[in-house]
């Protein structure tokens, strides 16, 4: 699998995450937001769900050359 790389602001590459891994990440913050709604979160992978929503917020920022 061919990844990009792209410097950061502080000259870091950053991964650009590929289609199958944003719907990945979607995926694990959707069901988190679906399990803090009815109050199930004894089971939620908090280190996921933060990693998920960190390759979304870098892809936001990658795609919308933010």
């Known amino acids: 699998m061919d990844h990009e790389a792209r410097k950061g602001k502080k000259g870091h590459n950053r991964h650009v995450a590929s289609g199958s891994e944003l719907f990945s990440s979607t995926k694990v913050v ?3 937001a679906k399990s803090a ?8 992978n908090k280190g996921k769900v933060a990693g998920a929503a960190t390759e979304l917020v870098g892809a936001a920022s ?3 050359k933010l």
């Open 30 to 32: 959707a069901d988190a």
């Open 37 to 44: 709604m009815s109050h199930k979160t004894e089971n939620l």
């Open 62 to 64: 990658h795609y919308g």
